[in-house]
């Protein structure tokens, strides 16, 4: 998917991280991977600008959302652990869609440099990947909101922004109104990854019957993940991420887990799906000595 935003190569975001050897890795650490291929995404015939009542490829975004939302809600339902790999972050709808079909009180740790909590009102650009977040809170435009039923999926209470530093005006209104835990960078800087982490996975478990990980890769600095659409200087560490990672797989609390936002076109030698890749295993159960 790349349609949820304006810079092209995202959509290989998937591809990218196959070729840096994602189900080779998981299976090394004893998983039995069943990849199930790309959605299909149906593209315009020209790029669709937004004017005042419409968002940027909406119908496109719904649709493949759509697909999303199903095929997550079966392999939840069968018990399986569901990986999607992104893409722009817009894929999100659909997966946390498809997740609280099982799981109704879900918890979500959002690692990111934005809120992704825009809607049609707030958004500056009329793209979908910055709105998944607030879709998910059932606020936004009804085409979204109304994948996997017309319902909030998730409550302010029970999610977890890891990584800010670039948010809208819309943004910050919604997150004061709505009592959502931010831990901005200056918070990182000022009490360390280690405590942001165990506040967190308290946050996010408390109460909960699961957890999900939405990590978009410009979480990271552009130093250690260049490969990202809207880079924002100043961000998470190479080391803190990995750190962040170990610190979910020791409490075993997360059931499902996106990794979106590899542009290979923008990287450099496939850095960026690299070092998902590497996450990927960290939050899985991958450390040093076994």
Known sequence: MDLGQNRRGVDMGPSAMRYAGVIERLETLGYNVRDY????INRPGRQVKKDKDELNN???VVSANTTLYSKIAEMSEDGDFPLMLGGDHSIAIGSIAGVTQTR???GVIWFDAHGDLNCNETSPSGNIHGMPLAVSLGIGHPSLTGIGGERAKISPE????IGARCLDEGEKKLIKEKGIKVYTMHEIDRIGMTKVMEETIQHVSNG???VHLSLDLDGIDPNDAPGVGTPVIGG???RESHLAMEMLAEANVITSAEFVEVNPIL???NKTATVAVALIASLLGENLLW
């Open 37 to 40: 291929g790309d959605i299909p």
């Open 58 to 60: 909406l119908q496109e």
């Open 104 to 106: 109704k009180k879900l």
């Open 158 to 161: 029970n999610i977890v922004i």
């Open 208 to 210: 909960t019957d699961g």
């Open 236 to 238: 998470i560490s190479y």
């Open 267 to 269: 990287d450099d030698k």
